[in-house]
């Protein structure tokens, strides 16, 4: 069983930067896979980003490929999601989720998920 608790969300401008942060219980964090995804009001919830269990491997969205940087300290239970250059579009809620396996884009394969933390980008 992991918890996962999402935070580092907020206000900024185009163009500014936000660090989200995703704290996971457990002592078998460094065995999962962790994504980072994204739900704008209406529509559905989209991937962002996945890591794998060491952060050897990183996979992005097209649309936040060069601006946002999935990272993990498997020392700490904590993965991160650095984000730069934002856009308007990337207002959204964004959530963390943990997999027993290799990193996916696909949201229904994860199975562990955080509680959700609001980004707001204005232009």
């Known amino acids: 069983q992991v918890q996962l608790v999402d935070s580092g969300g907020g206000l900024v401008q185009a163009g500014g930067s936000l660090r989200l942060s995703c704290a996971a219980s457990?002592?078998?964090?460094?065995?999962?896979?962790m994504g980072w995804f994204r739900q704008a009001p209406g529509k559905e919830r989209e991937f962002v980003a996945a890591i794998n269990w060491s952060g050897g491997y990183t996979y992005y969205a097209d649309s936040v490929k060069g601006r946002f940087t999935i990272s993990r300290d498997n020392a700490k239970n904590t993965v991160y999601l650095q984000m730069n250059s934002l856009k308007p579009e990337d207002t959204a809620v964004y959530y963390c989720?943990?997999?027993?396996?290799?990193?996916?884009?696909?949201?229904?394969?994860?199975?562990?998920w955080g509680q959700g933390t609001q980004v707001t980008v204005s232009s």
């Open positions: 989720a943990a997999r027993g396996g290799s990193y996916s884009r696909v949201s229904r394969l994860y199975d562990y």
């Open positions: 457990g002592r078998t964090f460094s065995s999962y896979a």
